[in-house]
């Protein structure tokens, strides 16, 4: 019931890790447990017997099954492995360039999106965040432009999760976007083996990040 409840709340709320509370509420209403002293007795003897026997994984009053767990965990060095790694040497005045590109798209980027893009020319790993209507868009064609110009031998990937995303992508910065399954050759989607492939390119952009499945 529990591992039951943990992938009910992963599909409707969209996290990896549950609060316990959560669970535990969540939990009652499924089983249609009174939550009297007796089932709560039940309730905490058995998650208690999960956690030793490694059935559940407890982390920061969260609770996770294991393989999301390990996922999550995985996801987090990869992101780390990025965060420490080198990142491209910028022998040109980054700022200027992005003037220039402004000049050159007829656009003022507001105080947000120059940081972002600054961001990507100094990092190598950034997330950039907004609801519609916001500028994500622009910020995204002025990383491109400014990126080719201050490394033009360097190769850009653009992805999507769906095909519509996708197109859209390519619409709006005019540069081709594929699906990430056809991006990385994904062949199978189940758990154990998604068949990905490694990626050549210098830079990697995707576009709505926040519809992506984390085995992706």
Not at 29 to 49: F, H, K, M, P, T
Request: charged share 30%; hydrophobic share 40%; aromatic share 6%.
């Amino acid at each position: 019931g529990i591992l039951w409840t943990l992938k009910i709340l992963e599909n409707e709320e969209g996290n990896i890790g549950s609060p316990i509370k959560t669970l535990e509420k969540r939990l009652y209403q499924l089983l249609g447990l009174a939550r009297n002293s007796e089932n709560v007795r039940i309730v905490n003897q058995v998650s208690s017997n999960m956690v030793k026997e490694k059935k559940v994984i407890i982390s920061k009053e969260l609770c996770f099954r294991p393989h999301m767990f390990e996922l999550e965990t995985e996801c987090a060095s990869h992101i780390v492995r990025l965060l420490k790694g080198k990142p491209f040497k910028v022998k040109k005045d980054y700022m200027e360039v992005i003037k220039k590109i402004e000049s050159e798209l007829h656009i003022c980027l507001d105080e947000i999106q120059r940081m972002a893009v600054e961001k990507a020319v100094l990092e190598n790993f950034l997330v950039i965040t907004g609801g519609p209507g916001s500028g994500k868009t622009t910020t995204i064609l002025s990383i491109i432009k400014v990126l080719e110009t201050i490394f033009p031998k360097c190769t850009i990937k653009l992805m999507a999760p769906t095909g519509r995303a996708a197109r859209r992508m390519s619409e709006t910065t005019g540069y081709y976007s594929s699906t990430i399954h056809s991006g990385l050759r994904i062949s199978t989607e189940t758990e154990e083996d998604y068949g990905a492939e490694s990626l050549e390119e210098d830079i990697i952009i995707v576009d709505e990040v926040s519809m992506l499945d984390l085995r992706i």
